[in-house]
């Protein structure tokens, strides 16, 4: 199998900067991509390709890639930004389309 | 609107089997690829199978694989996975996804159903 590895947990001070890690063997070969999950609700897609950010999404979300490690970068944290967030990538094969790492717990002092 | 509305979780006795389905409306559900995710209580999110557009290509997790059956109906809009020699630690809310790819942003998700397993 494959696994793409966060760490469990990150605080941050309101308009401080949180970054969020992900690490896997084939990030550099496969794009990733990063949710936002609220309790309760389904997930929601923050960042694609790697540094994309979709419509809708507020511009302090960003994403960067480098090596084998792929970061989510959120600048001017605001008390609605605590949640869990997920990369998500592919194996280097194709055998696992859709992988999700371990998930990070933002929480917002 | 796009809509993602899974159907078919509940309380099933352990080695027992269930059919969740996935009714899709407002986009053209034939050219979008599919998956399955779920998510254990108090969990992280877990991909469990993948299908392409046309059904053609079909992936599993290897904690599903040989249980699990993932399969589409173009025509009816639809998305099923058929779950058999259900576990305990099957339980968990399963999500009908269509996610973002490198061709596109296009990424929705269904509400969840709940699957629970016990006795």
């Known amino acids: 199998s494959y696994e793409l590895t966060q760490p469990p947990s990150v605080s941050v001070s309101p308009g401080q900067t949180a970054r969020i890690t992900c690490s896997g063997d084939?990030?550099?070969?496969?794009?990733a991509y990063w949710y936002q999950q609220k309790p309760g609700q389904a997930p929601v897609l923050v960042i694609y390709?790697?540094?994309e950010r979709p419509s809708g999404i507020p511009e302090r979300f960003s994403g960067s890639s480098s090596g084998t490690t792929v970061t989510l970068t959120i600048s001017g944290v605001q008390a609605e930004d605590e949640a869990d967030y997920y990369c998500?990538?592919?194996?280097?094969?194709?055998?696992?389309?859709?992988?999700f790492g371990t998930g990070t717990k933002v929480t917002v002092l | 609107e796009v809509q993602l509305v899974e159907s078919g979780g509940g309380l099933v006795q352990p080695g027992g089997s269930l059919r969740l389905s996935c009714a899709a409306s407002?986009?053209?559900?034939?050219?979008?690829?599919m998956n399955w995710v779920r998510q254990a209580p108090g969990k992280g999110l877990e991909w469990v199978s993948y299908?392409?557009?046309?059904?053609?290509?079909?992936y599993y997790a290897d904690s599903v694989k040989g249980r699990f059956t993932i399969s589409r109906d173009n025509a009816k809009n639809s998305l099923y996975l058929q779950m058999n020699s259900l576990r305990a630690e099957d339980t968990a809310v399963y999500y009908c996804?269509?996610?973002?790819?490198?061709?596109?942003?296009?990424?929705?998700w269904g509400q969840g159903t709940l699957v629970t397993v016990s006795s």
């Open positions: 996804h269509v996610g973002a790819t490198p061709r596109g942003v296009f990424d929705y």
């Open positions: 407002g986009f053209t559900f034939s050219s979008y690829e």
């Open positions: 299908i392409s557009s046309s059904g053609s290509t079909i």
């Open positions: 084939a990030l550099p070969k496969q794009y």
């Open positions: 390709k790697d540094s």
């Open positions: 998500q990538s592919a194996d280097s094969s194709g055998t696992y389309p859709r992988v």
